[in-house]
């Protein structure tokens, strides 16, 4: 035992600054987090017939009807279907549709929310470990059911598709249900505001269920109608899977549907933010008020957001597991309560002033555990220049006629994101990356710099204002480029003004060789945190900036440590690095601009520029840049 704690690898962990990063709340009322007025009831529904499930078979106040599965679940080894359906009782032509239930004790009609859990051995049955939400959202007037689909864990694979279309057939009995006289939830079930929260595989069957949903036919067999038509308005996604199921051999689309994801950095089963990958796909093509987010929680697993899964996210294996790095249990429940009952109502009951809690998770600091945390944002309200998405041409933007340019960089390229585990999908998200270094003598003052610059059109089209703000997407890389040798032919003379700096200029002499004082400052200067300067560029010529910092950090990459011992990482599951690359939603007000720089103008904006001279070298990954034009709170 000695000799393994000897090999004990070191935590990797950043430094915590929580107390400071949330120290404030800027939204008023009470937490999302606590309790609310309701009462709460509870009960099961179910077949009545169960084998193995006697709350499902002695304790149902509701009886359901079993559905045919048969076209959903085709192939697979027939041996041990045989024996998986002897265990249960049942098999695949007559599934049940069992569930325990929360709810208000109140007249209603209440929001109804289904939640369902993830793969987990199918005789540690999994849908009681979502009691902490069911009593926290009943308490704030939500009917919640959590999902038993135990009969689909283990050993099955490919098996998604129909863990999504079982959610949409207890949705059919939720409206038989509320429409009957005499049932316990007549006219107390709202079926226009329906969400539907899914962990780990239930993550992805969340978002197929949304898609199954306005489908006439069943994708891998069009003999198989489907025309639900339920109005899922959100889905939640706890620590999802992404993939596993491909409609027609493509990436599930999410349309038209407030999308909101959580993952941990301590996640020991899907060790990458996958949920990132469907973030990404999500696209409005009607309304004005959709909502998607993105929380990326330090220190998280994957199983504390379900106490029956709790501390192991890997089995037997997990006394490997350096489980002393996580948050306690109730912590991490704690940040799912808060945002999870947020976001439910800010997307069911539309009550915008919990829509800054998603834009910066700082807006509820000291709703939070004690952590880091990193929030994506996006909503209608915002236009965006470049994503980087449309082609290979780094020098255009994906708004029409925005030019990009950039000056004394040391790295500048469009890269696709890479996830963090070996053998995972990439991100099929491409992001900028730019990298910098430190100034060649104390006498050359221009810095690096990369500029997205807006034609006249576009910004009078978009009539910025007072009230619109800047947004990007940012992550820091991690990396210190190599200073730019004085061949580089991206490196211009010293002293040029290098606005419009010509990449080809003639090379500047070596730098010169620094005193040991000198080398101390550049050590100290090198330690500080990464920082640089947004500025806005108007038509004039004249420039506000402000050190991004003013607005909010940028966190060094979250490095994490899942195992012990760094030999047992290699041989289970060798990541290619040790942090995933998880960008950092900002949003600077044109206000704070204009308090920089008199008369300032927001409809005169022509550029936004990134200006690298606030330390000696970084590299950071740019995405989604442009302006939220200010119309939601």
Request: with cysteine; proline share 7%.
């Amino acid at each position: 035992m000695a000799l393994l704690a000897a090999c004990r690898a070191p935590s990797l962990l950043i430094r915590d600054d929580s107390d400071t990063q949330l120290a404030h709340t800027t939204i008023a009322g009470p937490s999302t987090g606590d309790r609310g007025p309701y009462g709460t009831k509870f009960l099961y529904y179910g077949s009545g017939t169960d084998k193995n499930r006697a709350v499902y078979r002695d304790s149902v106040s509701l009886k359901t009807r079993p559905v045919n599965a048969t076209p959903f679940l085709r192939g697979g080894d027939k041996k041990a279907l045989a024996e998986r359906w002897k265990y249960w009782g049942f098999d695949v032509k007559r599934l049940p549709l069992n569930a325990r239930v929360w709810y208000p004790d109140g007249a209603g009609p209440f929001p109804l929310v289904l939640i369902v859990h993830g793969n987990h051995d199918m005789k540690k049955f999994s849908d009681p470990g979502y009691a902490y939400l069911g009593e926290q959202l009943a308490s704030r007037g939500y009917i919640l059911a959590s999902v038993d689909e135990n009969f689909l864990n283990g050993g099955l694979r490919g098996e998604n598709d129909v863990r999504g279309w079982v959610l949409l057939q207890h949705l059919a009995a939720w409206k038989q249900w509320s429409a009957e006289p005499g049932n316990p939830f007549f006219g107390k079930v709202d079926m226009a505001r329906i969400a539907l929260i899914g962990h780990s595989r239930g993550g992805e069957a969340v978002q197929l269920a949304a898609s199954f949903n306005h489908l006439p036919r069943y994708p891998d067999d069009a003999r198989v109608t489907m025309n639900f038509g339920f109005n899922i308005r959100t889905i939640i996604a706890i620590a999802p899977v992404d993939g596993t199921y491909k409609p027609t051999d493509r990436l599930n689309p999410i349309e038209n549907v407030n999308y909101f994801v959580l993952h941990g950095a301590h996640d020991g089963d899907v060790q990458t933010m996958m949920g990132m990958r469907a973030y990404d796909r999500v696209r409005f093509t009607e309304g004005s008020s959709w909502v998607k987010a993105a929380l990326y929680i330090y220190r998280a697993n994957h199983g504390q957001f379900n106490t029956t899964w709790g501390n192991n996210d890997v089995g037997d294996s997990g006394w490997l597991l350096a489980k002393d790095l996580l948050l306690e249990g109730d912590e991490q429940r704690q940040i799912a309560k808060v945002f999870i009952t947020g976001f439910l109502d800010l997307t069911l009951r539309d009550k915008r002033e919990y829509l800054p809690m998603f834009r910066d998770h700082r807006a509820v600091g000291t709703w939070l555990p004690k952590t880091t945390y990193l929030s994506r944002f996006e909503a209608p309200t915002e236009r965006i220049i470049a994503d980087y998405e449309e082609d290979i041409d780094v020098t255009t933007g994906s708004a029409r006629g925005v030019r990009i340019s950039g000056s004394r960089l040391a790295t500048w390229k469009e890269v696709g994101l890479k996830m963090r585990s070996r053998g995972f999908q990439p991100f099929d998200n491409n992001v900028a990356m730019l990298g910098w270094t430190a100034a060649r003598s104390a006498s050359d003052t221009a810095r690096a710099s990369y500029t997205l610059s807006l034609p006249d059109s576009l910004a009078r089209a978009w009539n910025l204002s007072a009230t619109s703000s800047v947004v990007f997407d940012l992550a820091n890389y991690g990396v210190k480029p190599r200073p730019l040798s004085p061949a580089d032919t991206a490196t211009p003379p010293l002293h040029e003004d290098t606005t419009h700096a010509n990449p080809t200029s003639a090379p500047a002499a070596a730098p010169p060789v620094l005193s040991d004082s000198a080398k101390a400052a550049a050590a100290k200067a090198d330690s500080l945190p990464l920082d640089l300067t947004v500025e806005l560029v108007l038509a004039d010529g004249r420039v506000a900036s402000l050190p991004l910092s003013d607005v909010a950090p940028i966190r060094p990459p979250l490095t994490a440590r899942i195992w012990k011992y760094d030999y047992i990482a290699k041989r289970l599951n060798p990541p290619s690095k040790d942090h995933d690359d998880i960008l950092s939603h900002y949003t600077i007000p044109l206000a704070l601009f204009a308090k920089r720089l008199p008369g300032f103008d927001a409809s005169a904006v022509r550029a936004i520029r990134f200006r690298f001279d606030r330390g000696p070298a970084g590299t950071i990954l740019l995405d989604d840049v442009g302006f939220d034009l200010g119309t939601a709170p």
